[in-house]
C-alpha cells in the first residue's frame, strides 16, 4: 500500500520539475528575444504542450508566454532608442518585431508613449534640456 506522503512528493517534483521547465522557457526568451520565437517552439524546447506551456508560465508569473517575450522586446528596444544611430523601424527589427505598426503599438501600450516620442525625450534628456528620465 502507497503512502500518502509517497503521493504528496511525487506532486511537489512534479513542480519543481515544471518551474525549472519555465525558467529555461524565460532564459531562453532573455537569451533569443530578437529571433523569431513561438510558443509552440518554445514549448516543444521543454518537452510540453503549448496549451500547457500557455497555462503552466501564466500561474507561475502572472502573464502569458507572448506578453514576456513582448515585454522583453520592447525592454530592448527602449535601451536602443536611447541611442540615436538606428531609426526606429531598424530597432523594431533589431529586436524581433517583425511589424513596425504592432511594434509601436506594444511599445506605447508598455512604456506610455510611442517610439518617435520616446526617443525625441531621450535625445532631450541626454542633451541635458530637463533632467528627467523619459516616461
Same mark, same amino acid.
Given at each position: 500500500m502507497c503512502r500518502?506522503?509517497?503521493?504528496?512528493?511525487?506532486?511537489?517534483a512534479r513542480r519543481l520539475?515544471? #518551474?525549472?521547465r519555465l525558467r529555461r522557457v524565460r532564459d531562453r526568451i532573455d537569451r533569443e528575444y530578437a529571433r523569431?520565437?513561438?510558443?509552440?517552439?518554445?514549448?516543444?524546447?521543454?518537452?510540453?504542450?503549448?496549451?500547457?506551456?500557455?497555462?503552466?508560465?501564466r500561474q507561475a508569473y502572472g502573464g502569458s508566454v507572448y506578453?514576456? #517575450?513582448?515585454?522583453?522586446?520592447?525592454?530592448?528596444?527602449?535601451?536602443? #532608442?536611447?541611442?540615436?544611430d538606428l531609426s526606429v523601424t531598424e530597432v523594431c527589427f533589431a529586436v524581433g518585431c517583425s511589424s513596425p505598426g504592432t511594434f509601436s503599438t506594444c511599445f506605447t501600450e508598455l512604456v506610455g508613449m510611442p517610439p518617435s516620442a520616446y526617443r525625441r525625450r531621450a535625445a532631450t534628456v541626454?542633451?541635458?534640456?530637463?533632467?528627467?528620465w523619459p516616461g
Open positions: 500518502p506522503e509517497w503521493g504528496r512528493a511525487r506532486t511537489e520539475d515544471d #518551474l525549472a523569431p520565437l513561438n510558443v509552440e517552439a518554445l514549448a516543444r524546447g521543454v518537452h510540453m504542450s503549448a496549451g500547457q506551456l500557455g497555462r503552466r508560465f506578453a514576456y #517575450l513582448m515585454a522583453r522586446r520592447i525592454e530592448r528596444a527602449a535601451a536602443l #532608442l536611447w541611442r540615436d541626454g542633451a541635458g534640456r530637463d533632467g528627467h
